[in-house]
């Protein structure tokens, strides 16, 4: 657990928690020591201050709610599809969970070196933490594992998929650690003078690697020359057919022929990518976009094609949510009262927000998940710190905790919730319990008897059972495990 005590009596509780594990279990030990105050309290926030449980609980709850939100949009987004991802340009609520992960992954990493002795010391911690990431990234999503329906496991080497959720994160993790070690372990404290700008100043190196990242994926995104390519899909099982892309263009950011795809076309080969993109449900595929429907008999060629979200190239850019979120947690660190906290957080969030909304409105850069976009990094990362912020004035300014306990527990046990729930791994092993037929397992008979027939409809049905059966019952199990202090940590 990562636990920093909030200042009180005894020398020994001058430690103040910041974090106890990462998003969907970078898990960060993060036991810091709080500095000297450089701008003394009010004594109304003082008081506040010393008030305070031992945790800054709005980091788990926060860690919690994107796990919550990736549970919900991929088991109902196949039957609520607004929620589900976009298409192509624009954004839903399912394309707010990946840059919600970075963000807090980056808030976990300021926190996380103030203990470490040495450098070395530091990067051996990255360099094992970002391999067990990938680790688990291929096992889960590299196609080895088919939870929750499919009762087999193993992959085609020729086809195993390289990308994937925690693959993106171990890349920012693994580069915005780096920086943060590199200027911060066994360096002099860092020390803010009274201007608003001076916290930039003092993590320059780290915004500056930020930038470094923006800089390397717009060049290639917008200079790369992206040729016609080439493609293959079996078709029932028997017939393989043959499709072309005609691009030959540069700085195009449609679904066809886009530097993104190029790109990860190019490094990981057409094979690898994956197999069910969600512009499957765009308007130049189907005419009940953006639901999934039949292919229209005009279909855009490229209809079929694999592609990786969370290829090489946008995870370049999605580094910058992770300095973004970096930033957040050094302002944590060096500011000691709520005020000046929220004043840093939220002017950031709403400045980033709407960048965000102009650059898409003004069809300058459109908001797109998918090529992960600067308007999709600067109006999500928006939305992070604004949430984050409210969710420090609901839980660790107004106290309101207990609504928000179910969340913590789930943040404190992020890694052990992803992998059960969200990657359908406990429900495959109910599912392999099952009487004649792999329809006739527990998990199918509450989908069906206690959900969908008893509100006689699939859509809401399926809702309910990822709300209650899903969400609510992973809560309870991570705070039975919280009471226990067990977590499951990389």
Known sequence: MEEVFVKGKQKDDEEKNMSS????????????????????????????????????????????????????????????????????????????????????????????????????????????????????????????????????????MKHIRWCGILQRIALVYFVVAMIEAFTTIGKPRVVLDHGHFSIFTAYRWQWIGGFAAFIIYIITTYALYVPNWSFSVLEDDQLLHHYTVVCGVRGHLGPACNAVGHVDRQVWGINHLYSYPVWIRHKDCTFSAPDEGPLRDDAASWCLAPFEPEGLLSSVSAILSGTIGIHYGHVLLHFKTHSQRLKQWVSMGFGFFIIGIILHFTNAIPINKQLYSLSYVCFTAGAAGIVFSGFYILIDVWGFRKPFLFLEWIGMNAMLVFVMAAQGIFAAFINGWYYKDPENSLVHWIQKHIFINVWHSRKLGTLLYVIFAEIAFWAIVAGILHKLRLYWKL
């Open 21 to 156: 594990h990462t998003t969907s279990d970078v898990i960060i030990d993060c036991h810091t020591k709080e500095e000297e105050k450089e701008v003394a309290p009010t004594i109304v926030e003082e008081a506040q201050l010393r008030q305070k449980t031992k945790r800054v609980a709005t980091l788990d709850a926060f860690r919690g709610l994107t796990i919550v939100l990736m549970i919900l949009v991929d088991d109902a987004g196949g039957a609520y599809s607004r929620i589900d991802h976009s298409p192509w340009n624009g954004c839903t609520l399912a394309d707010f969970v990946m840059p919600f992960f970075l963000f807090i992954v980056g808030v976990a990493i300021a926190l996380a070196f103030k203990r470490i002795g040495s450098i070395k010391q530091g990067v051996m911690k990255i360099s094992l933490r970002t391999i067990k990431l990938v680790f688990w990234g291929l096992i889960l999503q590299g196609g080895y594992s088919h939870a929750p329906d499919d009762l087999e496991y193993g992959v085609d």
